[in-house]
């Protein structure tokens, strides 16, 4: 037996449930900014400033809040050139390469909801949209929904993303997961994913979420992680643990999809984790997703590595090439 993707009408992009993407090829949130450069080279990866995003089938955006929030780095974004020292010193306290991936604690910082829809919104709309959320009670999840439905029209962008499993924000997302669920999807214009991570109950949430009338679901965050300078024992990053993100992750988010699907979920999961190549867009597809988001593992790289930005922008390109088989015919893997 074998399962089959329901395609949409010839044109449309690829279907996942009522979500339409360009292709099942999506960006992961944060590392891209809002989509668009903030200052000529700050706001998103240097690699993908020579990758053309309109391409993907959906760029997602940093996890936006009703207000503008610090977080544990910084809202500013007027960085000039002369000012890098002190800006990579920053980064220094909320990013860090470790093996196999990368950690991070920058605490949902971002412009707020209003700036994101006044600034940013409007210029990116060439590209597909997910507009990652996020908020501490379900009533801050219902301000972000109606400014987003205020704003944006029903079709003109792919979906938002609830981010309610996030660990770099020191908070219990358990304890509102369910009022987010019944009080903010109904009112949205536009279809919602579930963001999960794999240190919460990510099969009760997934059910959750079907009952709720979530469209899809990403699968997964980052997973709680914890490093320490061998010589002193002070933690590497300013809030002491961090999401670890990048190659390593990527068996766990294997095994968390696959459960997802053993356990009878039958929502639309686009995966997310150590994505780099083709072979791991296939894997993810074996073990039950629907399309493949790209993170860390392709756009963060040593500071000197980000030289080859450009080289590195070809294998993406490359990617988003190899993918449209994807687009243009259903998946096809053992039933479950």
């Known amino acids: 037996m074998t399962r089959t993707l329901k395609q949409p009408a010839s044109g449309d992009g690829v279907r996942l449930g009522d979500i339409v993407l360009r292709n099942r090829l999506v960006t992961s949130s944060s590392l891209l ?24 089938g959906a760029v997602t955006t940093r996890t936006v809040t009703v207000e503008p929030r610090e977080g544990h780095f910084t809202t500013r974004e007027d960085w000039s050139p002369r000012e890098l020292p002190g800006l990579l010193r920053r980064y220094a306290t909320v990013l860090r390469g470790v ?32 507009i990652s959320l996020g908020g501490f009670s379900a009533e801050e999840f ?4 109606d400014k987003v439905n205020a704003a944006v029209p029903a079709g003109d962008i792919a979906a938002v993303e609830f981010n309610v499993s996030c660990h770099n924000v020191n908070f ?36 959750q979420a079907a009952k709720a009338g979530v469209s899809a679901l990403t699968a997964i965050n980052t997973v709680k992680a914890l490093r320490l300078d061998p010589r002193t024992g002070t933690p590497f990053l300013a809030n002491r643990y961090g999401g670890l993100s990048g190659r390593a992750i ?46 860390s593992a392709v756009w963060l790289r040593s500071y000197p590595g980000y030289a080859l930005s450009p080289l590195r922008a070809l294998q993406v390109r490359r990617l988003l090439r190899a993918i449209e088989p994807y687009s243009d015919h259903p998946i096809r893997r053992p039933a479950g």
């Open 33 to 56: 900014g809002y989509g668009r450069s903030s200052s000529g080279f700050y706001g998103m990866s240097p690699v993908a400033l020579f990758v053309p995003l309109e391409r993907f």
């Open 99 to 130: 093996d196999g991936g990368w950690i991070n604690a920058f605490g949902w910082c971002n412009v707020g909801i209003d700036a994101y829809l006044r600034d940013y919104y409007p210029v990116t709309r060439a590209q597909r949209t997910i």
């Open 142 to 145: 219902v301000t972000l929904v």
């Open 172 to 207: 219990d997302f358990s304890t509102i997961l369910q009022d987010v669920l019944d009080e903010a999807v109904p009112r949205s214009n536009h279809p919602v994913i579930l963001k999960l991570s794999p240190d919460y109950d990510y099969l009760r949430n997934a059910r």
């Open 250 to 295: 990527k068996p766990i988010g294997l095994r968390v999809v696959s459960e997802l699907r053993e356990a009878g979920v039958t929502l639309p999961i686009i995966a997310t984790g150590g994505v780099r190549t083709i072979d791991d867009c296939r894997e993810y597809f074996w073990a039950g997703a629907d399309a493949v988001s790209l993170g």
